[in-house]
T-cell receptor
Framework: GQNIDQPTEMTATEGAIVQINCTYQ??????LFWYQQHAGEAPTFLSY??LDGLEEKGRFSSFLSRSKGYSYLLLKELQMKDSASYLC??????????WGAGTKLIIKP | GAVVSQHPSWVICKSGTSVKIECRSL??????MFWYRQFPKQSLMLMAT?????????EQGVEKDKFLINHASLTLSTLTVTSAHPEDSSFYIC?????????????????FGPGTRLLVL
């Protein structure tokens, strides 16, 4: 079967670093996505990993280990505007996106 | 990045009426578009895949006759909620893939429209 899991909620301090984990199980895999969704808005694309390793993009980095079915999103130098839900999703063998429930990130001053 | 628009952004309607939501890819062509629904504090739920020039593919549990999808051109897909009821009140979001296998490229990104908030009274 297929499933994907990420923590429901995390809290971090402004200026700090936070890592949001995502684990998944699937027989067919065509990449893993991270999206940011502010309350009341549609998701916006953050990153795509299809090969193992770390992809860095400014303050945000995403890591993938296909053998472990594991990914994380790393946010550095946290800002208040980073308060949002972070959604991970993998693309299965039918090119369908399977979504996690999202991690609500709360940033405190 | 690619731009996807949705119209309207807000709809309030009476129970029993039909509501049409448009999803447009503004600067690229999309043979496939996806329609999602999201209830408060819940994850995105894929409702259907809209295919240009052919019938939409609906996810299990989604009523085809209630949620009519038309993908008449390479830049426009419409979702019509027929005979809407209060339980249909939700945030409806469309997305279109750019790049990747569905568009002949090596990697794919889903670009989302801004969403349509539907409230059925």
């Amino acid at each position: 079967g297929q499933n994907i899991d990420q923590p429901t909620e995390m809290t971090a301090t402004e200026g700090a670093i936070v890592q949001i984990n995502c684990t998944y199980q699937t027989s067919g895999f065509n990449g893993l996505f991270w999206y940011q969704q502010h309350a009341g808005e549609a998701p916006t694309f953050l990153s795509y990993n299809v090969l193992d390793g770390l992809e860095e993009k400014g303050r945000f980095s995403s890591f993938l280990s296909r053998s472990k079915g594991y990914s994380y999103l790393l946010l550095k130098e946290l800002q208040m505007k980073d308060s949002a839900s972070y959604l991970c999703a993998f693309m299965d063998s039918n090119y369908q996106l399977i979504w996690g429930a999202g991690t609500k990130l709360i940033i405190k001053p | 990045g690619a731009v996807v628009s949705q119209h309207p952004s807000w709809v309030i309607c009476k129970s029993g009426t039909s509501v049409k939501i448009e999803c447009r890819s503004l600067d690229f062509q999309a043979t496939t578009m996806f329609w999602y629904r999201q209830f408060p504090k819940q994850s995105l739920m894929l409702m259907a895949t809209s295919n240009e020039g052919s019938k939409a593919t609906y996810e299990q549990g989604v009523e085809k006759d209630k949620f009519l999808i038309n993908h008449a051109s390479l830049t426009l897909s419409t979702l019509t909620v027929t005979s809407a009821h209060p339980e249909d009140s939700s945030f409806y979001i469309c997305s279109a893939p750019v790049g990747g296998p569905l568009a002949g490229g090596p990697s794919e990104t889903q670009y989302f429209g801004p969403g349509t908030r539907l409230l059925v009274l």
